[in-house]
């Protein structure tokens, strides 16, 4: 059984930073293309950042410099460490996984941005 945990969400400043972590199970995680995704109220789900297995990055335009995805292969877990957080960066962030054409998702941990 497939299982995505995320963790590290809260509540911080405008220009603060958050580091999420994706702890995962039951996946051949080193083969898989993970990434991370983020949906705020009203709006659909959106690609923030993702990797591939052999570590390749990709962003959303409206990352800017301001996040960076890595992976830790020996302990199954994918991180996003996010700085200069902006109101707008208010969403739940969800870890996805895919391994050739399966994809799981995770629960989702909720970040919000506010003074």
């Known amino acids: 059984q497939v299982q995505l945990v995320e963790s590290g969400g809260g509540l911080v400043q405008p220009g603060g930073s958050l580091t999420l972590s994706c702890a995962a199970s039951g996946i051949i995680f080193n083969s898989s293309v993970m990434g991370w995704y983020r949906q705020a109220p009203g709006k659909p789900r959106e690609l923030v950042a993702i990797?591939?297995?052999?570590?390749?990055?990709g962003y959303g335009v409206f990352v800017k410099g301001r996040f960076t995805i890595s992976r830790d292969n020996a302990k199954n877990t994918l991180y996003l460490q996010m700085n200069s957080l902006k109101p707008e960066d208010t969403a739940v962030y969800y870890c996805?996984?895919?391994?050739?054409?399966?994809?799981?998702w995770g629960q989702g941990t909720q970040v919000t941005v506010s003074s």
């Open positions: 990797i591939s297995s052999g570590g390749t990055k």
């Open positions: 996805r996984g895919q391994i050739r054409t399966v994809a799981y």
